[in-house]
């Protein structure tokens, strides 16, 4: 998760402590997946990991947190797998990343235990994962940073039509998922070539 943004009471130092943190927020995205947010403790989340309660606290002082620190890692896997298709597609037009980032989030929200339950963790609080920019904010500029980066625009061509792509594919794909549980494919396409458009417009 990044470093300036932390819902642990302390960093895990060793390997075990580590592999331990992991389970528990292994066992709280499954316990979201089967009862939802609303029916997690941090005693069910301690029973599913093995782990003492005890130890749960030492590292979270509450569910909230540990929820935080499963939306930070979704967070950082997404962005792991868009700059990792970056790096791996030869790209002539920067839009062509579109439908990468697209078909990533669809396959998390398919296959990740929680994730179609909390999403980036507005669900729960727009600022769960940043106290003072809401969710499709970070992920905006996180996604603004990887473009700027990867294509020389300047930043400030870019950020603020990222956000407005970002709040429309947001709208656009909840409705994909209020439709069918596995995002239903019109409205996705539909997604895709509306933000593709709009942003091939407004950056160029």
Known sequence: MPADVTPLRRRPVQQRSARRVERMLDACADLIAEVGYDGVTTTLIAERAGVAVGSLYQFFPD???????LTLRNLDRFMNEVGQRFAEQQLTDWWQVVDSVFDIYVSMHRDLPAFRKVHFGDVIDPHLMDEQRDSNTVIAERLSTLITERFGFPSSQVVTPMAVAIEAA????????????D??????????????????KRIG
């Open 183 to 200: 995002g239903d494919a019109v409205l996705i396409s539909e997604a895709k070539e509306l933000i593709r458009d709009y942003l091939s």
């Open 170 to 181: 947001d709208s656009v794909l909840k409705l994909a998922f209020r439709r069918d549980p």
């Open 63 to 69: 569910k909230r947190a540990v929820v935080q620190a």
